[in-house]
């Protein structure tokens, strides 16, 4: 079983920047790959990148490359998403999720956090 819960999330004005945390327990989550998605009002829940827990190798999906980072803490068992140069429509509930791939369908995920506002203003 993993645990997760994200925080972070907030009121940000467009072109700011906001850091994601996604704070990870259970007994085997080094195991598994830990992935953000984001779901906008009347919209699927999109892929937005991941990182694998162990090793670190990242993914991103190809329209967040170069505004977006994702970094894991094994201290504090810990995933950050760390978005620059927001904008109005990235405003969603940002979701982290982990699954025994980092793979872009959002069916795959075996465990979820409950989610993160985040809300960019014009």
């Known amino acids: 079983q993993v645990q997760l819960v994200e925080s972070g999330g907030g009121l940000v004005q467009a072109g700011g920047s906001l850091r994601l945390s996604c704070a990870a327990s259970?007994?085997?989550?080094?195991?598994?790959?830990i992935t953000w998605f984001r779901q906008a009002p009347g919209k699927e829940r999109e892929f937005v990148g991941g990182?694998?827990?162990?090793?670190?190798?990242?993914y991103y999906a190809d329209s967040f490359k170069g505004r977006i980072a994702i970094s894991r803490d094994n201290a504090k068992n810990t995933v950050y998403l760390q978005m620059n140069t927001l904008k109005p429509e990235d405003t969603a509930v940002y979701y982290c999720?982990?699954?025994?791939?980092?793979?872009?369908?959002?069916?795959?995920?075996?465990?979820w956090g409950q989610g993160t506002q985040v809300t960019v203003s014009s």
């Open positions: 999720a982990a699954g025994q791939s980092l793979t872009t369908a959002a069916v795959l995920y075996d465990y």
């Open positions: 990182i694998w827990w162990s090793g670190g190798t990242t």
């Open positions: 259970g007994r085997t989550f080094s195991m598994y790959a």
